[in-house]
């Protein structure tokens, strides 16, 4: 609940202030709305298997969460990247940023983040529920996670697998490589600035971004050394 409140306050703040109506707030709005559905996507299931104590979900609830799972969390990587791009923007070209980043412009890249995650994910969840599901479809996990669910099936799943590799390759390092080089550059323009009070004003316009992007990739890499150390 406070995960939501916290969010929704964000959106509703951001859309009542017309000062805040700018690219920066624009971005931090969708990454609010995508964290109010990342978050109901699994939340409430684990609550009612904290609560209840049922712990059975159906195959196409399963699915149908795995979907949303991967497809809003493919999404926010993106909209970060996105962002990283309108700080590099708003402090290596201040005097462009107003002329580049229009509102067509941060429609069309909050948009093509969330098409290109629906579609990545989509399309993996295509072929996933084309497999079949019998016998011990127990999965060890607190929500329908892809490795678990190519677990439970008997079919060969390694090209599903490739894809899902290919997938991770593409929307994780990709994003992280193209985040990395947008704060190189902050980072280079930040250090040309004579003053000490210039510098840490233009640090602190993107601090939050930068702590969120760490935490985030942090957590990531770590998810993903402990599933392929399980795997070994």
């Not at 406070?2 to 009542?16: E, K, R, S, Y």
């Not at 509102?103 to 948009?111: G, I, M, N, R």
Request: charged residues 5%.
């Amino acid at each position: 609940m406070l995960t939501l409140a916290g969010n929704g306050l964000i959106i509703a703040i951001v859309w009542a202030e017309p000062r805040l109506q700018i690219p920066v707030y624009f971005f931090l709005c969708n990454l609010s709305f995508l964290e109010i559905w990342y978050t109901t996507t699994v939340i409430p299931k684990l609550l009612e298997t904290f609560v209840v104590a049922r712990t059975a979900i159906c195959t196409p609830c399963c699915l149908l969460q795995a979907f949303f799972h991967f497809f809003l969390g493919t999404t926010e990587f993106f909209i970060l990247t996105v962002m990283s791009f309108d700080r590099y923007l708003a402090i290596c070209k201040p005097l462009c940023y107003p002329t580049i980043m229009t509102s067509k412009l941060c429609l069309q890249l909050a948009l093509s983040s969330w098409v290109v995650g629906f579609t990545l994910v989509f399309c993996h969840v295509v072929l996933l529920i084309q497999l079949p599901f019998c016998g011990n479809n127990v999965i060890n996990h607190f929500y329908c996670d892809a490795g678990p669910i190519l677990r439970a099936t008997y079919a060969d799943t390694n090209i599903l697998e490739l894809l899902g590799l290919l997938a991770t390759i593409l929307v994780i390092p990709g994003s992280l490589v193209f985040t990395m080089i947008s704060y190189i550059y902050i980072l280079s323009t930040i250090l040309q600035i004579p003053s000490a009070a210039g510098c840490q004003k233009a640090f602190s316009t993107c601090a939050s971004h930068l702590t969120v992007v760490c935490l985030l990739y942090g957590a990531v890499f770590v998810h993903v050394s402990e599933t392929h150390s399980t795997l070994l």
